[in-house]
């Protein structure tokens, strides 16, 4: 397996709670799954956890070199915590199609927040599909 790809994002935290203020329950569940909202939402700080997850689900669209575009919905991405608190990345719809057309098996992610800001980095790990040149170039 090799590294086929990287993303990096980093939110505002208060950028993203004045998009939750103005669209309330709409951008909620356009944006997150009902798990990612059970976990941020239970959180004393929930605003600096969701932006963790809306940061994670951006560096993930780096990692499969989409953006926002061809039926890609937010929800196609869903982060959430083994039981030892490691965040993993579940793919779905358009976003998992994608990530098989180009050989990614799997996504590494690490989320970190402050009270201002939040971070995630999402490498995507597989076997680029025969022709197609990882990151390191042939012979890697």
């Known amino acids: 397996m090799s590294i086929l ?3 990096v994002d980093m939110v ?29 939402l239970g959180k004393k700080n929930s605003t600096q956890h969701l932006a963790g997850r809306f940061a994670a689900k951006e560096a993930v669209l ?7 575009r061809d039926g890609i919905a937010w929800t196609d991405i869903e982060v959430r915590n083994l039981p030892s ?7 779905s719809g358009k976003c998992r199609e994608v990530a ?6 799997k996504i590494l992610i690490s989320i970190s927040h ?22 390191l170039g042939a012979g890697g």
């Open 12 to 40: 505002d935290c208060a950028r993203l709670k004045a998009s939750i203020e103005r669209f309330g329950e709409k951008f909620l569940h356009r944006v997150f799954t009902p798990v990612e909202q059970d976990y941020c």
């Open 5 to 7: 790809s990287h993303g």
């Open 114 to 135: 402050i009270e201002t800001h939040a971070i995630a980095s999402a490498i995507g790990l597989g076997l680029p599909p025969s022709g197609a040149l990882g990151v």
């Open 100 to 105: 098989d057309e180009i050989g990614l098996s």
């Open 85 to 91: 608190g490691q965040p993993v990345v579940s793919l």
């Open 62 to 68: 780096k990692v499969l070199g989409t953006g926002w």
